[in-house]
């Protein structure tokens, strides 16, 4: 069964660059959400879409945007970053907002240097 | 925002011992899931369940939801159970972002 893709899998940034993240959600799958795992943490939400609209935020920082496409991808994209922003990103999509199990992506680990 | 307790933090087994874990919530929930993340960091839905028992194999989860607790239960553990188990919760009228427990490490040996 096709899963959550995410791309790139690493990703090594220094300081103050930008980093922009994507996420293919399973087919037919119309709720897709990114969430920030740091090293021995649990996964925190970031933001949420659902029919390409952003339907719940998070934790999510200024620095930080997101959105939903046509075709359901979903990008993250990361300004500014800092040393702190090292993390895994995962992305995850349901069927319907929140009635669903949740499939999460591999995650894109994000060094930044 | 709702507190997601589990507990035990850390579990160390041998194989085909059984466990369980547990998982309380602070608040009325609408939304249930158990995760397994693997030593490699992928995350795995094992339940979805708000309400009521499931069984998966050798895994099994029961939530009370009037009382605010769900429990995992793993029996036979093998050494390919090995990892952190997740609780989430979805709380009531505020959104539909998953909220996740600290989680429990399990490490099962052979």
């Known amino acids: 069964a096709a899963g959550v893709i995410q791309s790139p899998r690493h990703l090594i940034k220094e300081k103050r660059e930008t980093a922009t993240l994507k996420c293919y959600p399973i087919p037919r799958h119309d709720t897709v959400y990114w969430y920030q795992q740091g090293p021995g943490q649990d996964p925190q939400f970031l933001i949420s879409f659902y029919e390409k609209m952003q339907s719940d935020k998070g934790s999510i920082p200024d620095r930080f945007s997101a959105q939903q496409f046509s075709d359901y991808h979903s990008e993250l994209n990361m300004s500014s970053l800092e040393l702190g922003d090292s993390a895994l990103y995962f992305c995850a999509s349901s069927s319907g907002t929140g009635r669903s199990p949740l499939h999460f992506g591999n995650g894109t680990r994000l060094t930044v240097t | ?110």
Do not use: M
């Open chain 2, 1 to 110: 925002g709702i507190q997601v307790e589990q507990s035990p933090p850390d579990l160390i087994l041998q194989e085909g011992a059984n466990s369980t874990l547990r998982c309380n919530f602070s608040d009325s929930v609408n939304n249930l899931q158990w995760f397994h993340q693997n030593p490699w960091g992928q995350l795995i839905n094992l339940f979805y369940i708000p309400s009521g028992t499931k069984q998966n194999g050798r895994l099994s989860a029961t939530t009370v939801a009037t009382e605010r607790y769900s429990l995992l239960y793993i029996s036979s553990s093998q050494t390919t159970d090995s990892g952190v188990y997740f609780c989430a919760v979805e709380q009531e009228n505020s959104g539909y972002a998953l909220n996740f427990g600290k989680g429990t490490s399990l490490l099962v040996t052979p």
